[in-house]
């Protein structure tokens, strides 16, 4: 069993900075991709960064220059640094790994996704 946990959402103004982190446990044996979403009140849930196993990072447009995206792979472990928030960047951020787990001998491929964390900008 997989289990993802994602910590440091909290409460900023605008301008201001989090760290988010999503660490995953349980029977891993590789870690490809590593994402994180955004959803905002009444919105989509987005993609905002991908890593890939080789670690190159992309973004969406809007938050290129201010978020980086970064992987730990001893520990199974991606961040999200988020710098010069704004308000518009309020949302649930979810991260979502691609991960190869064995399960019962069996070796099983399949997206984890954590349960969200909210990161609310004030103006």
């Known amino acids: 069993q997989v289990q993802l946990v994602e910590s440091g959402g909290g409460l900023v103004q605008a301008g201001g900075s989090l760290r988010l982190s999503c660490a995953a446990y349980g029977n891993i044996l590789a870690v490809a991709s590593m994402e994180w979403y955004r959803q905002a009140p009444g919105k989509q849930r987005e993609l905002v960064a991908r890593v890939s196993s080789g670690g190159t990072a992309t973004y969406v447009d809007s938050v290129k220059g201010r978020f980086t995206i970064a992987r730990h792979n001893s520990v199974n472990t991606v961040y999200l640094d988020v710098n010069n928030l704004k308000p518009e960047d309020t949302a649930v951020y979810y991260c979502?790994?691609?991960?190869?787990?064995?399960?019962?001998?069996?070796?099983?491929?399949?997206?984890?996704w954590g349960k969200g964390t909210l990161v609310t900008v004030s103006s």
């Open positions: 979502k790994l691609d991960i190869v787990a064995a399960d019962l001998g069996i070796n099983i491929r399949r997206d984890y």
